[in-house]
């Protein structure tokens, strides 16, 4: 059971480097998310896809930008990775369809260092 | 503005204690997510809250719903070790399917 797959792990950048985040899911989900966790805090919502062709911006987008590729992946870039975005970024996928119970399923994350 | 308090946001507590961890909202929702964060992992849903009066039960753990008070209490009955985690609550405005707005999280360290 994979769920939702995200790569890579770990990743270290140098200020100002570009990078994309991957995510995937195999739950057949209309909705995807990317969310960052600094430490000891909670989630806060990037962007999210509430359906394959749509994104909309979260809490703090500023510096990302989001692609759906397709229903089964959801990218996050960053074009030139600062300091402040050293965090963890964790993916998710929810199913919002009739009689669904819209709960998020989670990657496993991805730890961003940038140096 | 939307707003999700937990309480407390630390707790220490000894094995074989009953205790309850608060989810206060401020917005109308009726559909509340409790999940489980262990140290360096991801996050995984512990209990889907769907209506007002909603209580849900596994193990030593139980969540309930008062959509009427916008809150919603995780009880843990005779705490072992294995629980302790941190705890976020999460809800789902009326007016948005897809943003939730969640609880800052309580770390639960239960001491053998």
């Known amino acids: 059971n994979a769920g939702v797959t995200q790569t890579p792990k770990f990743q270290v950048l140098k200020t100002g480097q570009s990078m994309t985040l991957q995510c995937a899911q195999d739950m057949n989900h209309n909705s995807m998310y990317w969310y960052r966790q600094d430490p000891g805090m909670g989630l806060r919502l990037i962007y999210y896809s509430a359906s394959e062709g749509t994104t909309d911006k979260g809490e703090v987008p500023n510096g990302y930008n989001v692609s759906r590729l397709n229903k089964r992946e959801f990218s996050l870039r960053l074009e030139s990775a600062a300091p402040s975005q050293t965090s963890v970024y964790f993916c998710?996928?929810?199913?919002?369809?009739?009689?669904?119970?819209?709960?998020?399923?989670f990657g496993e994350g991805s730890r961003l260092t940038v140096l | 503005e939307l707003k999700v308090e937990q309480n407390p946001l630390f707790l220490s507590m000894q094995e074989g204690k009953n205790y309850t961890i608060y989810c206060n909202y401020s917005?109308?929702?009726?559909?509340l997510y409790w999940y489980r964060q262990d140290p360096g992992k991801s996050l995984e849903s512990l209990f889907v809250l769907l209506s007002n009066g909603a209580v849900k039960q596994e193990g030593r753990l139980m969540a309930s719903l008062d959509t009427k008070a916008r809150l919603s209490t995780l009880h843990i009955t005779a705490a072992v070790h294995d629980l302790s985690a941190t705890y976020f609550c999460a809800v789902v405005p009326m007016d948005s399917n897809y943003q939730l707005i969640w609880g800052a999280g309580t770390k639960l360290i239960i001491k053998p």
């Open positions: 917005t109308t929702s009726d559909r």
């Open positions: 998710a996928s929810s199913d919002l369809g009739q009689g669904a119970t819209g709960e998020l399923f």
